[in-house]
């Protein structure tokens, strides 16, 4: 920022006790104390100002300056004029004439010194407070009259600190009173300070402001630079160490991953059955909920793309889980879920997962005992003396490298995801329908609480975690409560192993006594959900609005619809399945349903 | 009344600090004199006599349960104005420390700043004692002997603006204040000021007027063309 002039100063004596001041400043200080001199210093003048003669008023013209911080700096000529420059920026000297034009210039203009308490310093920045009482001193003076930056700056402050606003007035008026105490000649050089001062501490708008950063930013030029570059090389080098792909490969990878999920992109390839932004048809969604009973061919297909794109669908991995219980292998990814729920489930609740975890797949002879290898086994029980969100890191990653490399091949072969291939729908492209509607009511429909889906989800993991090893009884179990009342008991488990898709809380109950023909019905129940409601005395419905299949419900597949554990209130509510279709209440949580038409 | 007596004494710390800041604002240019500095010394004393008078005062009055609650807001308006005007003495009082070390007055070598200033403080320093004219006694290195004095003082007021943050609490946002932007201005000082309120509320009133005569301008000419109209057509008709 300043020459290498400063740098010369050095040869100066410099202060030592004025330890708050910035280097450089201590240096100038010192340069305008010299300056000061009557024999060696710049030779003074009078100023005639036209409302008074101010007869002992100095002022060094600019030439002088220049010439004397030449002839004692031995520098050139251009290294002079930016530091005297610079020493009128930083409010050192003012300009007379000219005051906004904070410049040193060669034409002999006349500049006068500022008094010390307005040099610039560190320790001492431009206060709020003092300028405000500037403004309102301005105020009193000038009978109102300030510029626009000036007027905004004083609103703004009385907005700020308005709770020292009385005193902020009180004193300009002190202030002002006891500036009349003085000459009328030092009144005017004491109104020229403080304009100087303040022109260079809240620069008026379009002005260069010298202090932005600049006395806060001043490097200390006693730092030691050594170990800064120390550390830089030790970064550089680091960074050479960093392993590297070549673009040709990382493109390649692109490449390769865009055409493989080009035909996925809704956006690029179009989606069937249509882009609900478009055509207002959220039958895409409810295709697509995250455990839908029957998923789309293309959500299929991706999961053979790699042990990824299964894994982080959570249809894919109930899929799964059906092979790998078959496999008895079923307990990897109970384990792996499980490690995903500790990573991003409570803080709170951190400490006794990792617990439950332990004991359930880890601990020797647990009931769900997983396979790692020693190692992994060693820093696990080592980590879990002090259980934090990422303790189990390790073990997942080798169950879920174990997975990719061993399951998710015979997976890909088995019978249970051809199956789930072969089931998987198409769904037609529908036609955009809002045309028919400019003016008609839209049915808004609302997706599933989110409130209801966590509960399903959580009733599955329950479900997971306790009917896991063995089916045939849970089956059996199931069969016996089925015909047994109609009032269901509470916690039936569910049938069907572990993957069957929690059909729980119907967003609408159902129709009842209508044919098993399901219609499309004009505004489909949000969620996609395969709805259905175990009546075991009557034949029921098995709604979703995405298929527009028809369901007959029969004793067969009432295996697959499970209890609706979750609805419990529901229950009480059973008879309300006369609700009508077009019934206000619909969409809405069936427990918040008050009259219940039984 | 326990609120004027505050007042008054609020107003005259005010004056004082007033005075001290003119004078610090001249030490190191050509106005800086022995005098100069004694008359900052006094001054200086004289503040923090009531300074510690204020504050006696404010405290009693705002640890007393009894008062009322708009006295209560006052006088925590007052205590806001107090403790501002304390700040601002204390920091004058530290430029002073560290300008008084800086230009030292008997050092032949040490040349003072030529700012502009001929005259002398005087009449500030009497203003803020509140005597007709001031004295001048002290010895001729004063300048010097004085900083150390200066320090102390120093951290006496800090001690003391500490002190009493702990044992008053007033949260100093919440003190509303009473004048208004502008209020300076209503103020008697300048001959001819009249009260000319906020400025830029003057400027909007000026256009409001303009364009509210405009409007009534061309309102009345058009009721006129339509008194003419409806004279024609009963004429014609």
Redesign the interface.
Known sequence: MLPRAVVVLGLLPV?S??T?HLCYALQI?AL??EM???DK?IK?QT?KVMITD??????GKSNDILQWILQRLQITEEEALHLGDLFVKYGYIYPLQEPKNLTLRRDGSLY???????WPAQS?PA?D??YAIYL??K???R??I?EEYE?EH??ML?QKI??????V???????????K???K??RY??D??ERAYWLVNRTPPGMLDVLEYGLDRATDPNENKVNQVRQLIMYCQQAIMKSRVKSSVSLGGLVKYSEQFLSNDPILSGCLPSNPWVTDDPEFWDLNAKLVEVPTKMRVERWAFNFSELMRDPKGRQNFQLFLKKEFSGENLSFWEACEDLKYGDQSKVKEKAEEIYKLFLAPGARRWINIDGTTMGITVKGLKHPHRYVLDAAQTHIYMLMKKDSYGRYLKSPVYKEMLAKAVVPQETVKKSSNFPFGRRHLRSSPSPIILRQQEEEAKAKEAAATVDITQVMSKLDRTWGAVPRLPPRTPRGGGGGVAPNGCPELPPEVGQPSRLSLPPAPPGGGMAQGRVKPSQSFVFKSAAFGAEVDDSAGSRARWPTSECIQPLRGCAPCQGVHPGHPLRGVHPSLQVSCTS | MVKEECKALL?AL??V???Y??M????????DSQNLREELKKTRQKAQELAVANRNKLTTVLKDKTVSKEDKAEFE?LW??FS??LE?LE?DMR?AL??G???PLNVPK??????????G?S??A???MSVQNMKYEAEHNIDVVDLKDLENEINQVGEMMYEMEMKVSVP????????D?????K?T??V??SS?GM??V?ENKSFCDISKVLAGIIFSAVLIIAIVLAVCVVKLS
């Open positions: 202060h006790c004025n708050s200080e305008m104390m000061q001199n009557p210093g003074t100023q101010i007869p002992h008023a100095v002022a006068r010194f500022q008094t010390p308490y307005f001492w206060d407070t003092d309102a001193k105020n009193i003076k009978k109102g300030l007027k004083y609103n009385n308005n709770y020292k606003w009385d005193f007035i009180m004193q300009a008026k002190e202030q002002y009173k006891a500036g105490e003085r000459k000649a030092d050089a004491l020229c300070q | 107003d005010n004056k600090t007033a005075c800041r003119h610090v604002l001249t030490i190191g240019g050509t106005s308006r806001v104005i501002t005007c601002i920091i430029r560290e300008l070390h800086e230009f040490k040349h003072l700043i030529q700012t502009g200033m001929s005259g403080t009449g500030v009497a203003r803020a100093q946002w919440t003190v509303e204040a009473k004048q932007p502008g209020a300076e201005l103020s000082i300048s001819g000021a000319i400025i830029s003057e």
